[in-house]
């Protein structure tokens, strides 16, 4: 099982939609999650980081956090074909010290 | 605006050749990565450096050395360049109090 899993999609939803990414962790005892936006060729950029159980909104985006059942998700409010993009969830795992690990991605298309 | 510059952006080279990849940041981070990205694959860590005493393998690490020369100056080197070894390579920083990740541009390297 890998540390931290996406499905790679692609999930693809209308302009104006609510877009669901998820994401899921291995570790239990896993501090901190990050959702990085890529477009295709181009460098991850940060989105928004949670650390504590609940939700954290930031303009469109939200990320939601349950540490019991261990996965993160990612709710984009009134998609945007400039939406369309891979976002990549990232978790500092317990045992992997003071770095990141990456789930391989979810291909999001925002159609029109 | 304090960045994370990476050079060169693209390369091409044959198998055997000796490459180096260079990335600096003005950012005042202490903490340097080195990543590669292969499709379906998703970032994996090459290296990583909590300050310029400190080099630390990641999950793939053959094939691969890096220098931290500055605060600001992290390089990856491939000393004998192989196909598989083609791929695209990103750089990131972090300060000592997060664990967020800031990256560079990235190299598409293509080893012939």
């Known amino acids: 099982q890998k540390e931290v899993e996406q499905n790679s999609g692609p999930l693809s939803v209308p302009e104006g939609a609510i877009a669901s990414l998820n994401c899921t962790y291995s570790?239990?005892?896993?501090?901190?999650f990050f959702w990085y936006r890529q477009y295709s060729g181009k460098s991850p950029e940060l989105i928004m980081f949670i650390y504590s159980n609940g939700d954290k909104e930031d303009g469109r985006f939200t990320a939601q956090l349950n540490k019991a059942s261990q996965y993160v998700s990612l709710l984009i409010r009134d998609s945007q074909p400039s939406d369309s993009a891979t976002y990549l969830c990232?978790?500092?795992?317990?045992?992997?010290?003071?770095?990141?690990?990456f789930g391989t991605g979810t291909q999001l298309k925002v159609e029109l | 605006d304090a960045d994370v510059t990476q050079t060169p952006r693209n390369r091409i080279t044959k198998t055997g050749k000796r490459i180096m990849l260079e990335c600096s940041q003005t950012?005042?981070?202490?903490?340097m990565y080195w990543y590669r990205q292969d499709p379906g694959l998703g970032l994996r860590l090459i290296y990583y450096?909590?300050?310029?005493?400190?080099?630390n393998k990641g999950e793939i690490s053959d094939g691969y050395s890096v220098s931290r020369q500055a605060q600001a100056k992290f390089s990856l080197s491939l000393e004998s360049a192989i196909p598989n070894q083609t791929a695209l390579y990103f750089c990131?920083?972090?300060?000592?109090?997060?664990?967020?990740?800031?990256f560079g541009p990235g190299t598409r390297l293509t080893v012939l």
């Open positions: 950012k005042g981070h202490d903490r």
């Open positions: 570790d239990r005892g896993s501090q901190s």
């Open positions: 450096s909590f300050d310029v005493k400190d080099i």
């Open positions: 990232a978790g500092r795992l317990t045992g992997g010290g003071n770095k990141l690990t």
């Open positions: 990131a920083t972090s300060g000592q109090s997060t664990d967020t990740q800031y």
